[in-house]
C-alpha cells in the first residue's frame, strides 16, 4: 500500500461484546479509538472475567449441587460461553 492508498483503508466493523436490537449483531465503524471503542474494550475485559470466576464456582459446586443448581448454572455457563465466542469471534477478525 502506497501513501495515497492509506488514506482510502477502511478498518474492519468491530463486532461489539453486547447484542444490538432483537438479539442481532451489533458493530462498530471507526477507527478503535473513541469512547464506544473503550467502553467495547472494558466490557470485554469484565465478560471474560466473569466468565473466569464462573468457572471456577462451578467446579466447586458440582459435586454437591442439586438438580436445580445445576440448571441455573449451565443456564449461566452457557451465557458466558456466548460472550467469549463474541469476544474471540470480534479479535479474531479484527486480527485480519
Known sequence: ???DDADDFIS???LLPWPGPEGKPCYLIGDATGPVSRVADAMESVQLGM????LTYARNMIPEASEAEIRYLAERLT???????RVAESRGKRLR
Open 51 to 54: 466468565g473466569g470466576e464462573l
Open 1 to 3: 500500500m502506497n501513501d
Open 12 to 14: 474492519p466493523a468491530r
Open 79 to 85: 451465557e458466558a460461553l456466548q460472550d467469549a465466542l
